[in-house]
């Protein structure tokens, strides 16, 4: 399975953007996909998982009420739309995927498959 993911860009802060994650290869059946970010000078960072069905969803504190994540019918792509972004939230987005949901909300990094990143930036 590959990854990409898209949708970054530069916004202002307030504004909106909506990252997807479309896979190719095989679907994404069977596996969780998350979003984690990585600002520079930091670690990366969880963001939000989702599970396979998408019935469940896990966001980090930092934007919770904010983002949502979310994936289509057809398993093959996963979405993080962004809200009310801030100044906090730039950062290079990155899309993964994982059979084991634990692992993904556990943000742990430790995931089967990553895409590359996409550059989100929001000036304040």
């Known amino acids: 399975v590959q990854l990409q993911a898209s949708g970054g860009g530069l916004v202002q802060a307030g504004g909106s953007l909506r990252l997807s994650c479309a896979a190719s290869?095989?679907?994404?059946?069977?596996?969780?996909g998350g979003w984690f970010r990585q600002a520079p000078g930091n670690e990366r960072e969880f963001v939000a998982a989702?599970?396979?069905?998408?019935?469940?969803?896990y966001y980090a504190d930092s934007v919770k009420g904010r983002f949502t994540i979310s994936r289509d019918n057809a398993k093959t792509t996963v979405y993080l739309q962004m809200n009310s972004l801030k100044a906090e939230d730039t950062a290079v987005y990155y899309c993964?995927?994982?059979?084991?949901?634990?692992?993904?909300?556990?943000?742990?990094?430790?995931?089967?498959?990553w895409g590359k990143g996409t550059q989100v930036t929001v000036s304040s």
């Open positions: 993964a995927a994982d059979p084991s949901w634990i692992t993904v909300r556990g943000g742990s990094g430790e995931m089967d498959y």
């Open positions: 290869g095989r679907t994404l059946r069977g596996y969780a």
């Open positions: 989702i599970s396979w069905s998408g019935g469940s969803t």
